[in-house]
């Protein structure tokens, strides 16, 4: 199982990111996917999910209105679309996999996770 997240950069506070998280070697559309973050010196909180079924999405209260979350399941794919970014987003983002899961906001409910993609917001 393989899941590559791609997406991060530089941004100015203000400004947009979308983030992709590519799965392979899953059954895809039975996973539910999630978006975690770890800022520096931080411990890793949860940014979003999604459930297997895409009908259930969920995010943390200081993302919610900004980011969106979705699913291909065509491409085996999920985005995060970052909006109005401010530097407290500013970490590495990681996605993870979650058999038959609805993007629950508990780490260890995630069988799989990606190697993590780093957001920098500056003002």
């Known amino acids: 199982v393989q899941l590559q997240a791609s997406g991060g950069g530089l941004v100015q506070a203000g400004g947009s990111l979308r983030l992709s998280c590519a799965a392979s070697g899953l059954t895809f559309s039975?996973?539910?996917m999630g978006w975690f973050r770890q800022a520096p010196g931080k411990e890793r909180e949860f940014v979003a999910g999604v459930s297997w079924s895409g009908g259930v999405t969920r995010y943390v209260d200081s993302v919610k209105g900004?980011?969106?979350l979705s699913r291909d399941n065509a491409k085996n794919t999920v985005y995060l679309?970052?909006?109005?970014?401010?530097?407290?987003?500013?970490?590495?983002?990681y996605c993870a996999a979650q058999a038959r899961g609805y993007g629950s906001s508990q780490s260890q409910g995630y069988a799989y996770w990606g190697q993590g993609t780093l957001v920098t917001v500056y003002s």
Request: hydrophobic share 30%; no cysteine.
């Open 30 to 32: 039975i996973y539910g």
């Open 66 to 68: 900004r980011f969106t």
């Open 81 to 93: 679309q970052m909006n109005s970014l401010k530097s407290e987003d500013t970490a590495i983002y």
